[in-house]
């Protein structure tokens, strides 16, 4: 399966065996939302400065869901903050990007009943092949850390939300002795282009502030 971002962070995301969010879902979302918009931003659809989010070129991309989200985003022109972007985009993103995984055979959705006769539809790997696919979307990076291997943007901009939105340990998990990964991914968030690394940190304070919120 093609190393797109947002599928590669939904995989990450989300246990392989339940289906279900490793973060609270309004963090998960938030991290797919800046997934999405840095797929349009590294294919010089977008860009992001002090803030601002504005369209560099209209257009069509190939994939279908980033087509479908540059297109909102050239009708809303007029709405430009990024943390507005990331906050809308966030609602319905763990669902559209399940379904662009769905479509490329990597998950398939399974519903199962709960309490009082409601039912809720999950999408996960049902079989060993997605499984694995699924698992290897953490352990790649993993291994290219630990081995110092040079990541190109788009990993590095999948390390960057990968921190932004809290989920390190879980890359790391099995890798605690490799302490000096843990001190070089500030270093490897600044090497992203601006917009790239202004678009991790407003992921980062949007997510800080939508846990906040939610434990008030």
Known sequence: MAQVLADQYYLIAHEDRTGRSRLHPRATGLGLAAALLSELVLEGRIGISEGDLFIID???????LSHDILDLLCAQSHHRDVRTWLAFLAQDSALRV???LMRVGAVEA????RMLGSTQTLYMPNTA?????????????ANMLVRGM?????DRMLVGIVVATGLTRHVMYGFENYPHIYHGL??????LPNDLRELVECTESS?????TVGRR
């Open 58 to 64: 209209q257009r069509p991309p190939r994939d279908a």
């Open 98 to 100: 399940a379904e662009r």
């Open 110 to 113: 399974v519903t199962r009943r």
């Open 129 to 141: 092949r997605q499984r694995n696919a699924a698992a290897w979307a953490s352990t790649r990076i």
């Open 150 to 154: 040079e990541l190109n943007a788009s």
């Open 186 to 191: 500030p270093s490897m968030i600044a090497s």
């Open 207 to 211: 997510v800080g502030s939508a846990l």
